[in-house]
Nanobody, 114 residues
Framework: QVQLVESGGGLVQAGGSLRLSCTAS????????MGWYRQAPGKERELVAS???????YYTDSVKGRFTISRSNAKRTLYLQMNSLKPEDTAMYYC????????WGQGTQVTVSS
């Protein structure tokens, strides 16, 4: 069983930055991949970014060049650095990771005001 706890969300003005963190209850070495999803009101959940255990990354087109995903095995933490935030980035952000099954955090709200 893996527990994931997100933090770092909040309210920010357009153009601002936030860093989301997702801390796991145990080692993340074997979690592959780990990723950030988001869901805005009335929309489907979408994959924002993911990172493999080897460090390979994926970003959805709308965040390329603005968001950076990273992971620290030593700190058991997944990060999402979000820069140049836009109102359309407003959503609940979820951390997810796969071991033998997928595990999800409870989510952290990101609100970007115009």
């Amino acid at each position: 069983q893996v527990q994931l706890v997100e933090s770092g969300g909040g309210l920010v003005q357009a153009g601002g930055s936030l860093r989301l963190s997702c801390t796991a209850s145990g080692s993340i070495f074997r979690l592959d991949p780990m990723g950030w999803y988001r869901q805005a009101p009335g929309k489907e959940r979408e994959l924002v970014a993911s990172i493999s255990s080897g460090g390979s990354t994926y970003y959805t087109d709308s965040v390329k060049g603005r968001f950076t995903i990273s992971r620290s095995n030593a700190k058991r933490t997944l990060y999402l650095q979000m820069n140049s935030l836009k109102p359309e980035d407003t959503a609940m952000y979820y951390c997810a990771a796969r071991l033998t099954a997928w595990y999800w955090g409870q989510g952290t709200q990101v609100t970007v005001s115009s």
